[in-house]
């Protein structure tokens, strides 16, 4: 009887052969499973997960809204600062370098703290001393200078010939942008912003400071209310893993999906 052949089972070839999964991803299953099997087998995991729950939703909105706000703020940063206009590209220049010289915790207490309520004051607008749209502007600012580099580098990178070409055609310069530059500098770019997005997930976590129930808000009250440290931090460390591993998988799948030939074509 022939032997089976790496990355087989029972003669059919696997989807990935196993000779050819790296370590760390059957380590990470182990210890998923391992985990996995002491939650369903404990009633005090399963309280603490139940508790959390609401700081899990908290997370996945204030992640989603600040990266909204990152995206818009790093879209604009990035044709400001490559206009024309030496005001407008001074003024871009201005808000990339110093919102990343400024530590992003720094940035969001001085935005929850001065910014928000000086806004608040003007405008007579409440709900800018909502702690939640205080988080989502701290995060979304800080993270938009980050991604206006990675806008900058993605629209640079589409040769100059196309612009010309583009231009000579008829097509405006808003349609040159929208039409041709735009749907090809999405595709370079999505990788840093699908990685972006995965740090700014972790990143919310600072919203704690400023008294935002999110995830990791949601397990000091736990431990303050239960003093079970090791339960909570443990459930609180993995449904952060689990949420992280979703949007990366996500971000693969989008990234599959503009790679699908005609994606973005423009149709006049």
């Not at 938009?144 to 070409?165: C, N, S």
């Not at 919310?204 to 079970?228: C, D, H, K, M, P």
Request: charged fraction near 15%; hydrophobic fraction near 55%; aromatic fraction near 8%.
């Amino acid at each position: 009887m022939s032997p089976v052949p790496p990355g087989t089972a029972n003669g059919r070839a696997l989807p990935i052969p196993l000779d050819r999964v790296p370590p760390w991803v059957l380590v990470l299953v182990a210890a998923g499973l391992v985990v996995l099997s002491r939650l369903a087998g404990s009633e005090v995991y399963r309280e603490t997960l139940r508790f959390l729950a609401a700081g899990v939703s908290t997370t996945l909105f204030l992640t989603v809204a600040s990266f909204a706000v990152a995206l818009v703020a790093g879209l604009v940063a990035a044709l400001l600062r490559l206009s024309r206009s030496v005001l407008l590209r001074t003024v871009a220049v201005l808000y990339v370098e110093v919102v990343r010289g400024v530590p992003l915790l720094v940035l969001l207490l001085y935005i929850a703290f001065v910014v928000t309520p000086w806004l608040a004051d003007v405008t007579g607008v409440r709900w800018w001393r909502d702690n939640v749209v205080r988080a989502v502007m701290g995060l979304g600012i800080g993270y938009g200078a980050y991604l206006a580099e990675v806008y900058r580098a993605g629209i640079e990178a589409i040769p100059r010939g196309q612009v010309e070409a583009a231009l000579s055609l008829g097509l405006s310069r808003a349609q040159t942008l929208r039409h041709v530059v735009l749907p090809q500098a999405l595709r370079i770019v999505l990788p840093p912003l699908g990685n972006d997005f995965v740090a700014l997930l972790k990143d919310s976590s600072l919203a704690s400071v400023i008294s935002v129930t999110e995830l990791t808000y949601s397990g000091n009250l736990n431990v303050a209310r239960t003093f079970r440290s090791f339960e909570t931090y443990n459930a609180v460390a993995l449904l952060y893993l689990c949420m992280t591993l979703a949007g990366s998988a996500g971000v693969r799948l989008l990234e599959r999906v503009t790679r699908a030939p005609g994606w973005g074509a423009f149709t006049p």
